[in-house]
C-alpha cells in the first residue's frame, strides 16, 4: 500500500523559509512531485524529481527559490523553499507517479497536503 504523508508546513513571514518533507512507503522508484493549492484556484505544479535524484523540474515562479531533493535511504522527498511570498501561500501536496507528464496534477497517489501561509 503506497502512503505518504507531508508535514514541515506552517505560518511564515515574507523572505522566510520552510522545509516540507514528503514521507513515502509502499513505492518509491517513480517521479515525486510536489503541487501546491491556493484558495479558489487550480492546484499548480511546484516541482518534481525523478527517482534516481539526478533529474529535478520546476515551475518558472519558484525556480531559483524552491530546491527539491530525496533521500532515497529515508524515503523521504523534501522541498527547500527559501524567499518565501504571500502569494506562496498555499496547501503542498506531495505526490507520486506521474499518469502522464510531471507538470500535470495527474498522479496516481497523494499525500493529505500540508498548509504553507507567508504573512506579508
Known amino acids: 500500500q503506497v502512503q505518504l504523508v507531508e508535514s514541515g508546513g506552517g505560518l511564515v513571514q515574507a523572505g522566510g523559509s520552510l522545509r516540507l518533507s514528503c514521507a513515502v512507503s509502499?513505492?518509491?522508484?517513480?517521479?515525486t512531485g510536489w503541487f501546491r493549492q491556493a484558495p479558489g484556484k487550480e492546484r499548480e505544479f511546484v516541482a518534481a524529481i525523478h527517482w534516481s535524484g539526478v533529474r529535478t523540474y520546476y515551475a518558472d515562479s519558484v525556480k531559483g527559490r524552491f530546491t527539491i531533493s530525496r533521500d532515497n535511504a529515508k524515503n523521504v522527498v523534501y522541498l527547500q523553499m527559501n524567499s518565501l511570498a504571500p502569494e506562496d501561500t498555499a496547501i503542498y501536496y506531495c505526490?507520486?507517479?506521474?499518469?502522464?507528464?510531471?507538470?500535470?496534477?495527474?498522479?496516481?497517489?497523494w499525500g493529505q497536503g500540508t498548509q504553507v501561509t507567508v504573512s506579508s
Open positions: 505526490a507520486l507517479n506521474p499518469v502522464g507528464d510531471y507538470y500535470i496534477a495527474q498522479y496516481n497517489y
Open positions: 509502499g513505492r518509491t522508484f517513480s517521479i
